[in-house]
């Protein structure tokens, strides 16, 4: 059960192998994995909508999609060719190339990332030895077809949007690079299966999220990913109250459901990483490891989803602010705190390295205290 | 089969680099430079050195060429497709590609280029981490001082407007 799509893919790798004449033996390992991903992908951002939709509603007292199929779950099909039916509208004063192109190039950086996730024991489609910085460089280059998007629409909201996006996945790119690095030190590897085979052990719950170290670097890593994929409450770059839909407003059809799509990829890539790199991946006791997998990463989602339902939009200078001012300080504090945490002996190294994180959380909370929300008072209220 | 890859990586990677110089919107050519940057990354892989082509695609990509599209946009008459790149330094520029063409070809032909035998020439990064504040600490230190330096002076010349 543990093993059943590797032995899977072992058994279509034979057959291929029986069909194909020699000289494309070498195709068959590399594209099924593409394949299997290329397939996965849409069907997982399909979904994604629909359990979106869905948590959303019920979080505001609603339904949600319930029209088409059982619990609606035809909906996203239904979507689907709606978006296909629709008119694609190209804007008068825009660079046709580089309208065209942002979709496609924004796809695409999305699905890559899924080559260096571990899906389950040996479920791995390119086990690389630079695996953790690959799917940080290649998630990089969403920023660039963001650019295009922005500047070839030639409408002022795409480029106010493209620029606020780049402003902030700048920001926040340091302090996520900075937590990852920690559990790269305490690993002595990048890649993401070597990572997880070191949180083997305690029964399948030997995660790093149970150190001090890995709980502070999984809350920085989750929340800069979260702004990383444009998520409220970090969605500035599509404001809608602002800036109608920033960077995709001139954007209609598949085209529109192109970014959408890249989005939703990325949004389950940074949870996956999430679970990767500090709830142990795949390991777990019982079930399948794929499936332990699956758990966390949705469950990562989930909460991702109940931030959209319950957060309001930050405003541009809080955002910028928590990231520099905030989360900065406190992933180099944290990097401090694995080192003590490795070399104090045992039974201390839990206190050092939690206290330490502790006193610089309230030194962080009370450097900022002229930025931070006070309380009001309503005089009209009573 | 690669040397033929190489080949066309090659051919690519010079038709983007004239893009560009030879664009006339300031636009394309912050996405041909992007083009054949990740060209270079393309060719590091050739040479099985992954960590370098990550790093390239990283640090000039993912930073540096994202700052140069930032500031293109900044630029007023950004939507203007005349927009013109000046050249203003043009013989200044020549003179300095030549000095510095000869200068690369010399080392290029004076170099003794190491043989690698086998297919595996890939060196783990555990290996390059250990060098690089081992050996190389000295040079490593130097830039990091560098950038530190760079980054306050940037810093001071943004306060003083």
Redesign the interface.
């Known amino acids: 059960m543990d093993q059943l799509f590797v032995s899977l893919t072992g058994k279509v790798q034979e057959i291929l192998a029986s069909i194909l004449p020699d000289f494309l033996d070498f195709l068959a390992p590399i594209a099924l994995p593409l394949l299997g991903i290329l397939l996965f992908a849409p069907f997982v951002m399909m979904y994604l909508t629909w359990l979106e939709r869905k948590l959303v509603a019920r979080i505001q007292n609603r339904i949600g999609p319930n029209r088409v199929g059982p619990f609606g779950l035809l909906q996203p099909i239904a979507d689907g060719i709606k978006m296909l039916t629709k008119e694609d509208v190209i804007p008068e004063?825009a660079?046709r190339f580089?309208h065209f192109l942002a979709p496609a190039v924004i796809v695409a950086p999305a699905m890559l990332t899924w080559a260096v996730l571990p899906f389950g024991r040996n479920m791995i489609a390119a086990d690389?030895?630079?695996g953790v910085?690959?799917f940080?460089?290649?998630s990089?280059?969403a920023?660039?077809a963001i650019?295009?998007a922005?500047?070839g629409s030639?409408n002022k909201f795409s480029?106010l949007g493209?620029?606020r996006s780049?402003a902030q996945m700048?920001s926040y790119?340091i302090p996520m690079v900075l937590s990852v690095a920690v559990v790269v030190m305490m690993v002595?590897s990048?890649s993401t299966s070597a990572i997880v085979e070191a949180q083997s052990g305690w029964g399948g719950f030997n995660w790093f999220i149970f150190r001090p170290w890995g709980l502070v670097g999984f809350v920085i890593f989750f929340l800069a990913g979260a702004a990383e994929t444009n998520r409220t409450p970090f969605d500035l770059a599509e404001a809608e109250s602002e800036i109608v839909a920033g960077f995709h407003t001139e954007y209609s059809g598949m085209k529109f459901a192109l970014f959408f799509m890249a989005e939703f990829i990325s949004v389950f890539s940074i949870c996956a990483l999430a679970s990767t790199l500090f709830l142990g991946g795949w390991q777990g006791p019982f079930l399948p490891s794929w499936a332990w997998f699956f758990l966390k990463t949705y469950t990562l989602i989930g909460v991702l989803m109940w931030f959209r339902g319950t957060f309001p939009r930050l405003r541009v200078d809080q955002l910028l602010g928590f990231a520099w001012k905030g989360l900065l300080p406190m992933a180099f504090v944290n990097i401090l705190s694995m080192g003590l945490w490795e070399f104090v002996p045992r039974p201390w190294n839990y206190v050092v390295s939690t206290s330490l994180l502790v006193i610089a959380f309230f030194l962080i909370v009370y450097g900022n205290s002229s930025d931070l929300a006070k309380k009001r008072t309503y005089v009209l209220a009573d | 089969m690669l040397d033929k890859f190489v080949y066309i990586i090659f051919g690519l990677s010079i038709l983007s680099a004239i893009g560009v110089v030879a664009f006339r919107n300031l636009?394309y050519s912050a996405?041909s430079l992007?083009a054949a940057l990740f060209l270079a990354a393309v060719l590091y892989i050739c040479l099985q050195a992954?960590?370098i082509a990550?790093?390239q695609?990283?640090v000039y990509?993912?930073?540096v060429?994202?700052?140069i599209?930032?500031a293109i946009?900044l630029t007023a008459r950004?939507?203007d497709?005349t927009i013109r790149a000046s050249n203003q330094q043009r013989v200044v520029s020549l003179i300095a590609l030549v000095v510095f063409g000869v200068f690369l070809v010399g080392q290029i032909c004076k170099a003794q280029w190491p043989q690698v035998t086998g297919v595996n020439a890939m060196v783990?990064?555990?290996r390059l981490g250990e060098l690089l504040v081992g050996h190389f600490v000295l040079p490593f230190e130097a830039i990091s001082a560098i950038l530190t330096v760079a980054l306050i002076g940037a810093i001071v010349i943004a306060r003083n407007k």
Do not use: C, Q, R, S
Request: hydrophobic fraction near 70%.
């Open positions: 004063g660079d580089m690389i030895a630079v910085l690959y940080i460089a290649i990089g280059l920023e660039i650019f295009i922005g500047w030639n480029l493209a620029m780049i700048l790119e002595g990048l | 636009f996405l992007v992954e960590f990550i790093v695609i990283l990509i993912g930073a060429m994202t700052l599209i930032f946009m950004i939507n497709k783990p990064i555990g």
